[in-house]
């Protein structure tokens, strides 16, 4: 068979596109220049009266020309899905087709935020900001991405197998012999011969099945006692902030690394640290339940017990592996990178909060609930920890990305995961040793790790507009 070209039959779009760009930074270089003669002319006290000047139009050009760019990026995308063969799609039509289910997850999740925004709190005015749903998008992208592609309804081989032949063949290459397999590496091979696309797909799945839930972790770990030492403060402020201050003052990367070395392993130290930071949810969880349901003494044992239950049985079998029911099972490798995670970040969230709720805890509502005779720890968890959500909620999101980009470096060095795991950083590091002769295996991962992260702030800009609207 013939090699798959990159657009397909919409090749005669191809020098549109690149015209197109080139106008994008001419356009970019003319309101940078007209921007700052604008400038030059108001500090000399020439300020315009017109309502509309250079740097308008200007600006209105980039904004077109950007527009016009989008619209033929979606060109190839619908276009190659329904074009009839594979060769006619090319290499764009054919992964956007593989990615159809997560355009249809992403059409049918705006769709319906969209239509019930104004009932949806901070998540439903995330969507007046164009930079948040810039950003959701492509973070939700990589999210149905992982989720179906750990589903097998995205990749075309499996990521570890080796095909002969197929080292290092750049996008588009065909089979020597299909033989019942998808007939192309869609995005080429690397240097061990397995498909870049599908190891990327999957890559997706490590990163979203690690640096949410670390990350929720660590906002468990760093509110359950941050919290308590801005609200009580004294002693056990001095101490808790002595700790943080302790774990911070080590280089993160650092750190990071001295956790996962196969040495520090070896002594079991991280499955002992499993064992006192996975505690923290559990306990998080029950002091907001008991809080809240505190006046209600039968639903609350009963909220409790089941919390309990659940929060045991999964305590014992993450962090160590005794579930006796068989269920879960957490492997080695990725109980060190989890712990790492809420170990490093841990202390910045709690700084976080504690610096937040110093300032909340002066506020008269707060004042209006101990003159009522609440508990401290309802006003914490329900007075003050509400009104910290807005900078929280945008640290989780930027924390995330940090999470993303550690975990890569750590890929990328050959510590943490598996060997074989199709993490991005591996990916990168595979492809990285023949990068001057065969980029696409290096590119590939580097961009997604690169887009994800870029996703996540433009979100976490956007959250913060709309919670300082709030």
């Not at 619209?71 to 594979?86: D, Q």
């Amino acid at each position: 068979m013939d090699p798959l070209t990159w657009t397909g039959s919409l090749s005669f779009l191809n020098p549109i596109f690149v015209f197109a760009w080139i106008a994008l930074g001419i356009a970019i270089v003319v309101q940078i220049f007209t921007t700052f003669m604008a400038t030059d002319a108001n500090l000399q006290g020439e300020v315009s009266v017109r309502a509309q000047g250079p740097v308008d139009y200007a600006t209105l050009g980039v904004k077109v020309i950007f527009g016009f760019i989008v619209l033929l990026f979606l060109t190839y995308v619908i276009g190659g899905i329904l074009m009839p063969s594979l060769a006619a799609k090319g290499i764009i039509g054919t992964i956007s087709t593989r990615l159809l289910p997560v355009w249809i997850a992403l059409v049918v999740t705006f769709a319906v935020s969209i239509a019930y925004k104004r009932k949806l709190g901070l998540y439903g005015k995330m969507f007046d900001s164009i930079v948040g749903m810039i950003g959701y998008a492509i973070v939700m992208f990589w999210v149905f991405a992982a989720i179906f592609g750990a589903m097998d309804f995205i990749v075309t081989h499996d990521p570890l197998a080796q095909v002969s032949g197929m080292k290092n063949k750049v996008p588009g290459t065909a089979l020597p012999d299909p033989d019942g397999d998808f007939g192309f590496y869609l995005l080429g091979g690397d240097n061990l011969a397995r498909d870049v696309f599908s190891r990327v797909i999957k890559g997706a799945w490590e990163v979203v099945k690690i640096a949410p839930f670390a990350t929720l972790f660590a906002f468990m770990v760093g509110i359950t006692l941050g919290l308590p030492a801005a609200y009580y403060g004294g002693k056990l402020d001095t101490i808790l902030s002595f700790v943080a201050n302790l774990v911070l003052a080590f280089p993160v990367i650092l750190l990071f690394y001295l956790l996962v070395t196969p040495e520090i392993v070896a002594t079991g130290i991280p499955v002992y640290m499993a064992g006192v930071l996975f505690i923290f949810p559990l306990i998080f969880v029950t002091i907001l339940i008991n809080s809240r349901f505190f006046v209600q003494p039968k639903k609350r044992n009963i909220y409790l017990g089941i919390s309990l239950v659940i929060g045991l049985w999964m305590y014992l079998g993450i962090a160590w592996n005794a579930d006796p029911f068989g269920i879960i099972d957490f492997p080695p490798n990725l109980l060190v990178v989890f712990v790492s995670v809420v170990f490093v970040n841990s202390p910045t969230v709690f700084r976080i909060v504690r610096g937040i709720a110093l300032d909340i805890k002066t506020r008269d509502y707060v004042a209006a609930g101990q003159t009522r005779g609440e508990g401290a720890w309802y006003i914490m968890l329900w007075e003050i920890l509400p009104n910290a959500r807005g900078p929280l909620i945008v640290d989780f999101c930027l924390r995330i990305g940090y999470t993303t980009i550690l975990l890569g470096t750590l890929g990328f060095f050959g510590l943490g995961l598996s060997p074989e795991s199709p993490d991005w950083g591996s990916t990168i590091n595979d492809g990285r040793k023949l990068l001057s002769v065969f980029p696409h295996p290096a590119l590939a991962p580097a961009i997604s790790l690169m887009s994800l992260v870029l996703g996540l702030n433009l979100l976490a800009d956007g959250l913060r507009e709309e919670s300082l609207r709030d």
